[in-house]
C-alpha cells in the first residue's frame, strides 16, 4: 500500500489507476474543452451507475486481476454526482480490482454551496481527497470565466472540506486578461493561506471551438502574450517554493509527500483504466501497451455499455517507439525528470547525445545524477518544442 508521507516520493513505481469520468456540469465554462455536458432535465444517476458498473467489470476481464492505486471521480463536475452514485461506483471498483485500504481516492468537486452540502456523504462513501475547482480569489474574474461560485462561497468550500477530507488541493488559472504580476502575486499568497497542501495552476489557454476563441479572434478580450505569461509562469514557480509548496509538475505544486498519486501515475506512465463516456485508458493487455478511448456523448456511451458491456469506440496498441514517445511527454512535466534507462529500454536506443547538448547547453533541459534527466524552468515554458527536438 502506498501511504501520503515521505515514502510516496521515494517510491516511483506508475501504479495502476482508475479514472471515472462523470460528464455532465451545471452551466458549460467558456474556456473549456473537457468533455462536458449540461442537462435541463434531471440526469438518471442510477442508470450512469449500473452503466459505470458495467464497464468496469469488462475492463477488469481485460486488464485481469490488479492492485489498485488511486482512484480519479473527474470530470465534468463530479460533485453533481450524489454521494450514493460515488458509493456504488467506488465499491464496483473494489468488486472488480484489488483496492488496498488508504489509497488515494480523489473527487473533483466546484465549491458552489449545494455541491459542499455532499462533502460528507462523499467522505463516508470512501473518497479521502477533493481538488476544488475555485479558479479564481476575484469575483469580477469567476463571472469572467463564467464560474457560478463567488469567492465567500470558495472560501467557504475550502474551510469545509479542509475540515472533513484529510487531504486537499484546489485549481487556480492565471494569465487571465489585465492580470499583472503583482496582483498574481498577492491572489497566489492569498491561495496559499488557504491551501493545505496542493495546488494546482493552470495558465489560461484559448482552445478551438470554446466561447472563448471567438470572442478572443474578435479581440472581446486579450490574454498576457508570452513573454507575460512566462514571467507569470516563473513568478509561479518562485512564489509557491518559498512557501514550501514547489512544482512537482508543470502546473501542480505541493510539499513533498503530498503530490497526487492518481495524476503521478500518468505522468510517470503508469496504467490506468479508464471508465465513463469519453474517458481514456491505457494499459497492458497481451503484453502491449493498449490505449481505449470511449464516446463521449453521454446518453450514447450509455446506450452502448447497455447493449454490449462497454462505451469504447477508440484506441489502439501502441508501438514501442509511441510508447517511448509519450513516455516522454508525460515524463519531462514532471520535476523529477525521467529515468533514462526506462526510455533507452521503450525506445530501443537512447536519447541523442548531440541533442541533449545542446538542450542542456541553451538551459532548456538539465541532468539529475547519471540515471535522469529532467526539463529546467525555461524548458518548461517551450516544454513540446523540447520533447519534439528530443523524440526525432
Ligand atoms: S465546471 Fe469544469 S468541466 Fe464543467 S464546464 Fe466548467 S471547466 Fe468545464
Redesign the pocket.
Known sequence: MIETGQTMLLDRSPGFGVYIHWPF?A???PY?D?N?HVRHQLVDQERFARAFETELATMRARTGPREVTSIFLG???PSLMKPETVGAVLEAVAKNWTVPAGIEVTLEA?PSSVEAERFRGYRTAGVNRVSL?VQALNDKDLRFLGRLHNVEEALHAIGLARDIFPRLSFDLIYARPGQTPEAWRAELEQAIGHAADHLSLYQLTIEEGTPFHALHAARKFVIPDNDQAADLYALTQEVTAAHGLPAYEISNHARPGAESRHNLTYWRYGEYVGVGPGAHGRFVENGRRTVTVAEKMPETWANLVEARGHGVTGGEVLTRAEEADEFLLMGLRLAEGIDLQRYETLAGRGLSTARLSVLQEEGLVAPVGNARLRATTAGMIVLDAVVADLAR
Open positions: 456540469c452551466a458549460k465554462c473549456c473537457f462536458s470530470g465534468g463536475t466546484n475547482g
